[in-house]
């Protein structure tokens, strides 16, 4: 009763007698703490009386009575120490941050305080650095249309004067009428699995008990692993982001990749990388860096409390979803697979494409994260992330899917050069607009030859780009004799021998194998081969002194960048004289024997070649009736000794060098040999190719594919099928042996 009666009380009655104030309090004067005046923790409800007085708010002054807990309740809280002195911490004592403390000057202690750590810069900071650099070129772009606009309106006034006269200009496109494109890129693919359907080429799988098709390459793609299953067992707090791994990684990028795509400005690279360190990298020192990657600016005033290890070092935080990040992990993912000391030694499963074979993907898996942001932007840099998650997808072996980012990579950029193209046919132009057109040029060019390097087997869709080789112009003039002064220099001088080179290669496929070329003319066909075999020599005369070789006198050479630009030389060459070497060894025989032209052009599956295969093989035989063989019989000697050249271009390459972006080039080779071989069993063409010289080259090209075999699982294939014919018809006593 005495508890419920502690909390309501009885209702008010007039006639009883109500205390005075002081007596109230003196009554009821609640029990106090011996030990520093505080309230005691406990009050037990006996110490109570059993009837609580009735109140009368009209009878009590308030301005003269004052309770013990509001009086307690009105004195100030004392603030926390933001620091403690070292014997305050030792005997765990309240500090009043004194020198000394009140504790230390009573005991006759030595008063000395930790050192502090430095305060972080705001985070705000931080936000307002990246909003600028991030929405910095926005603003130069804006700058530029309103430059653009100025021109647009004045050459509108002009247009008022009937003595202004305008020279017409060249449009960078070709028209909706022109269809070099696909075509173009149609006849390439014809080009190359041709070469699958020869009949002399299906003989060796048959002689050799080898059941291989044109589809698969597609089929072995097919068995990699899928992405969700790949995206298992990684994450994002698995990535190394030391100071000196991060070094390291870009490091290996600059020097291995990046030669043969320079598309990426190595001085902003590194100035994202200078932020990327300050920013995330996990033992980044506060004093050390600029940016803050202290997360809690809610407590910015207020000083470390300790100096221990790991303090010192910077918090892990989320990385921020912006273009450069994503171009960052990037090159981080590519620098871990072509990092020298990771070894190729494990094997893939029968079925899959195992993801602990795939270095660098929790970079990558992050930069996917933040590429999911900017999958949809079509500015430039959108374009070089593309590009160089492609690039990643093919390092490791996955050429389906770094086909799919440089088609989107392509797409970005075809929207740009037709941006600019518009431009210039209305006379806009601003100030540093010739700067990043000469950038998306170079983008482009790389962008192509990255798509070329794709097997046509698989049949995968393009970005569209093959329409503007015909009028894109080259990022860089290459009739310069003097020598580069630094290592971008002749990155660029070899980047842009490459794209003549492969401007080239698209106008022979154009002119020598659609129906250009005149059945019924002989000479034509010569004519279009004399023309661009005039103009394959003029480039390797205008080759700067540095890029220049001599293939009887020099050896391989054993730079990537030099091997490659030897390895299209003799490809753009090889497809030039390639039909008289289909013609001596597949339609010459044939007619020999009485048959009639239409029943030797037929392929291996009995079906009737493409009209342009069929209209260059009477074109040729033309020829043979009007001139002889003489000639068509050189021409196939000079197809053959390309092939050699083209096959021995990388022998110069350490094979411990070999990384994925060797897969294209090594199955190139796969084709070669086999039209090597094919040669060899040829009764016109075997003194050509000598056996003990075929042996050598099936060793080396078994050996190449063997070390590809752990990333691309069309290598895996290739190299069983070599080895099958090796076993069978090239070295038989390999299978006595064992071996």
């Not at 980047?495 to 194998?513: K, M, P, R, S």
């Given at each position: 009763m005495a508890e419920?009666?502690?909390?309501?009380?009885?209702?008010?009655?007039?006639?009883?007698?109500?205390?005075?104030?002081?007596?109230?309090?003196?009554?009821?004067?609640?029990?106090?703490?011996?030990?520093?005046?505080?309230?005691?923790?406990?009050?037990?409800?006996?110490?109570?009386?059993?009837?609580?007085?009735?109140?009368?708010?009209?009878?009590?002054?308030?301005?003269?009575?004052?309770?013990?807990?509001?009086?307690?309740?009105?004195?100030?809280?004392?603030?926390?120490?933001?620091?403690?002195?070292?014997?305050?911490?030792?005997?765990?004592?309240?500090?009043?941050?004194?020198?000394?403390?009140?504790?230390?000057?009573?005991?006759?202690?030595?008063?000395?305080?930790?050192?502090?750590?430095?305060?972080?810069?705001?985070?705000?900071?931080?936000?307002?650095?990246?909003?600028?650099?991030?929405?910095?070129?926005?603003?130069?772009a804006l700058t530029d249309k309103i430059e653009s606009l100025e021109v647009h309106m004045q050459s509108i006034a002009g247009l008022r004067h009937s003595t202004i006269t305008h020279e017409p200009q060249k449009p960078l496109l070709p028209g909706p009428g022109t269809h070099c494109g696909d075509r173009t890129r149609r006849v390439a693919d014809e080009i190359r699995g041709s070469i699958f359907r020869w009949p002399e080429i299906r003989k060796l799988f048959v002689a050799s008990a080898t059941v291989l098709d044109e589809d698969y390459a597609a089929r072995a793609e097919a068995r990699n692993a899928p992405l969700h299953e790949m995206s298992k067992g990684?994450?994002?707090?698995?990535?190394?982001?030391?100071?000196?791994?991060?070094?390291?990684?870009?490091?290996?990028?600059?020097?291995?990749l990046y030669p043969l795509q320079p598309f990426l400005q190595r001085s902003r690279v590194n100035s994202t990388f200078d932020l990327f360190r300050c920013t995330y990298a996990s033992d980044a020192i506060g004093?050390?860096?600029?940016?803050?990657?202290?997360?809690?600016?809610?407590?910015?005033?207020?000083?470390?409390?300790?100096?221990?290890?790991?303090?010192?070092?910077?918090?892990?935080?989320?990385?921020?979803?912006?273009?450069?990040n994503a171009i960052a992990l990037l090159?981080?993912?590519?620098?871990?697979?072509?990092?020298?000391?990771?070894?190729?030694?494990?094997?893939?499963?029968?079925?899959?494409?195992?993801?602990?074979?795939?270095?660098?993907?929790?970079?990558?898996?992050?930069?996917?994260?933040?590429?999911?942001?900017?999958?949809?932007?079509?500015?430039?840099?959108?374009?070089?992330?593309?590009?160089?998650?492609?690039?990643?997808?093919?390092?490791?072996?996955?050429?389906?899917?770094s086909a799919s980012w440089y088609s989107m990579a392509g797409r970005v950029l075809l929207h740009l050069l037709r941006r600019q193209d518009r431009a210039e046919q209305h006379g806009k132009s601003g100030s540093n607009r010739h700067g990043r057109d000469q950038r998306a040029v170079l983008a482009a060019w790389c962008c192509l030859q990255l798509e070329s390097s794709i097997p046509s087997e698989l049949l995968l869709p393009k970005s569209g780009l093959q329409q503007l080789v015909r009028d894109l112009a080259l990022p860089k003039a290459t009739t310069t004799q003097s020598l580069p002064q630094t290592a971008d220099e002749t990155s660029?001088?070899?980047?842009?021998?490459?794209?003549?080179?492969?401007?080239?290669?698209?106008?022979?496929?154009?002119?020598?194998?659609?129906?250009?070329?005149?059945?019924?003319?002989?000479?034509?066909?010569?004519?279009?081969?004399?023309?661009?075999?005039?103009?394959?020599q003029q480039w390797r005369t205008r080759l700067h002194p540095l890029l220049r070789w001599d293939e009887e006198r020099g050896s391989p050479p054993s730079e990537p960048e030099l091997a490659k630009l030897r390895h299209e030389y003799w490809k753009v060459k090889l497809s030039i004289l390639r039909p008289f070497l289909d013609f001596v060894l597949h339609i010459l025989p044939g007619i020999r024997h009485g048959m009639d032209l239409q029943t030797c052009s037929k392929d291996a599956n009995g079906r009737l070649r493409p009209t342009s295969e069929r209209n260059i093989i009477s074109a040729i035989d033309n020829l043979v009736k009007e001139s002889g063989e003489a000639e068509i019989m050189r021409l196939a000697q000079l197809s053959t000794q390309a092939l050699k050249q083209k096959l021995g271009a990388f022998d110069g390459i350490a094979t411990s060098s070999f990384q994925g972006n060797m897969v294209p080039f090594v199955h190139e080779q796969f084709y070669d040999l086999l039209v090597l071989t094919a040669i060899h069993r040829s009764d016109r063409l075997k003194h050509l190719v000598s056996l003990p010289y075929l042996r050598l080259a099936y060793e080396q090209t078994i050996n190449y594919l063997d070390k590809l075999s752990t990333l691309s699982a069309i290598c895996a294939e290739d190299c069983k099928a070599l080895k099958r014919i090796q076993i069978s018809l090239i070295d038989p006593s390999m299978k006595v042996s064992g071996s």
């Open positions: 419920g009666m502690y909390y309501s009380c009885p209702p008010f009655q007039p006639g009883l007698q109500q205390p005075a104030s002081n007596e109230y309090w003196q009554y009821y004067a609640l029990p106090t703490s011996t030990q520093g005046g505080y309230l005691s923790a406990h009050v037990p409800a006996s110490s109570y009386p059993p009837h609580a007085p009735t109140h009368a708010p009209h009878a009590i002054d308030t301005s003269t009575s004052t309770s013990p807990i509001e009086a307690l309740a009105g004195k100030p809280k004392r603030p926390r120490a933001t620091q403690a002195c070292e014997p305050c911490r030792t005997r765990k004592q309240r500090c009043d941050e004194g020198e000394p403390c009140t504790f230390c000057r009573t005991n006759n202690f030595e008063c000395t305080y930790r050192p502090l750590v430095p305060t972080k810069v705001d985070k705000i900071v931080e936000y307002m650095l990246s909003w600028m650099a991030t929405h910095g070129e926005g603003l130069q990684f994450d994002a707090d698995e990535m190394d982001l030391t100071i000196r791994t991060i070094n390291r990684l870009v490091e290996s990028f600059f020097k291995n004093a050390s860096c600029l940016m803050s990657s202290e997360s809690d600016f809610d407590r910015r005033t207020k000083r470390r409390r300790t100096a221990s290890p790991c303090d010192t070092t910077a918090e892990k935080r989320r990385i921020e979803r912006s273009p450069g090159v981080l993912a590519l620098g871990s697979t072509i990092t020298p000391d990771r070894g190729i030694t494990q094997r893939l499963p029968t079925n899959t494409t195992c993801a602990a074979l795939a270095p660098g993907y929790s970079y990558y898996l992050e930069a996917s994260r933040v590429i999911a942001t900017q999958i949809d932007g079509y500015d430039l840099v959108h374009a070089h992330i593309f590009m160089l998650a492609g690039m990643y997808k093919a390092q490791i072996g996955r050429s389906t899917e660029l001088l070899i980047c842009n021998a490459l794209c003549e080179l492969h401007g080239i290669q698209c106008e022979v496929d154009e002119h020598l194998y659609q129906d250009a070329v005149d059945s019924n003319n002989s000479s034509a066909v010569m004519t279009v081969v004399k023309r661009h075999a005039t103009g394959l």
